[in-house]
């Protein structure tokens, strides 16, 4: 069978140049059949919705945005050993790790921080394998629900800790659930 006669969906027909008859050259029955087939759909339920007024419901598994996670004294738990970054499949993160100095005690609760700690948002799948490999449960997908972020800029989806650390009050309200 020629490719020019075959057809993969089973409904191609093959151009007809003969003429028309009087009924077919008025198409009154061409339009009654479009409007139809319009009819047919507008009694349909939709399968679109109106975003963003609308949303759909989310999963309970449902994985949002990433969270660099305080402990009870509110110090940042990351300790930079990289294992999130290395077991990332889009290599979307990166990290700088730095010493922690006797000062800075109760900003890091490891010996080793990440100074620099980024998530390349545009690479990133929310496949939570990062989250996953953490041995310090220090990175957390949310259940936030602003998983659409828009930005005009490449690099405004590169994410840092000024938009990733969990906010410091968030983690004094879960120190004070914890004692209750
Ligand atoms: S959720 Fe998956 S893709 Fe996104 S940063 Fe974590 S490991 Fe990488
Ligand atoms: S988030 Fe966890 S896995 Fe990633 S560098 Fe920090 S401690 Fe290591």
């Given at each position: 069978?020629?490719?020019?006669?075959?057809?993969?969906?089973?409904?191609?027909?093959?151009?007809?140049?003969?003429?028309?008859?009087?009924?077919?050259?008025?198409?009154?029955?061409?339009?009654?059949?479009?409007?139809?087939?319009?009819?047919?759909?507008?009694?349909?339920?939709?399968?679109?919705?109106?975003?963003?007024?609308?949303?759909?419901?989310?999963?309970?598994?449902?994985?949002?945005?990433?969270?660099?996670?305080?402990?009870?004294?509110?110090?940042?738990?990351?300790?930079?050993?990289?294992?999130?970054?290395?077991?990332?499949?889009?290599?979307?993160?990166?990290?700088?790790?730095?010493?922690?100095?006797?000062?800075?005690?109760?900003?890091?609760?490891?010996?080793?921080?990440?100074?620099?700690?980024?998530?390349?948002?545009?690479?990133?799948?929310?496949?939570?394998?990062?989250?996953?490999?953490?041995?310090?449960?220090?990175?957390?997908?949310?259940?936030s629900k602003v998983f659409a972020k828009s930005n005009s800029t490449r690099e405004s989806f590169i994410f840092g800790k000024e938009e990733l650390v969990?906010?410091?009050?968030?983690?004094?309200?879960?120190?004070?659930?914890?004692?209750?």
């Amino acid at each position: 069978m020629s490719l020019d006669t075959y057809s993969f969906s089973g409904r191609k027909k093959q151009v007809s140049n003969k003429k028309l008859t009087w009924l077919e050259s008025i198409y009154l029955v061409a339009i009654a059949k479009g409007m139809w087939v319009t009819l047919k759909h507008m009694f349909r339920k939709k399968v679109t919705i109106s975003y963003p007024e609308q949303t759909r419901p989310f999963s309970p598994v449902y994985r949002g945005l990433h969270m660099l996670m305080r402990d009870d004294e509110g110090r940042e738990r990351c300790t930079a050993c990289g294992l999130c970054a290395l077991s990332c499949p889009a290599e979307a993160i990166s990290m700088t790790a730095a010493e922690r100095k006797p000062e800075e005690k109760h900003l890091y609760r490891e010996e080793k921080y990440a100074s620099i700690y980024e998530i390349n948002m545009l690479r990133c799948i929310f496949c939570g394998l990062c989250e996953e490999a953490c041995p310090k449960q220090a990175i957390y997908l949310t259940k936030s629900k602003v998983f659409a972020k828009s930005n005009s800029t490449r690099e405004s989806f590169i994410f840092g800790k000024e938009e990733l650390v969990m906010p410091l009050e968030m983690a004094i309200q879960n120190s004070k659930q914890n004692q209750a």
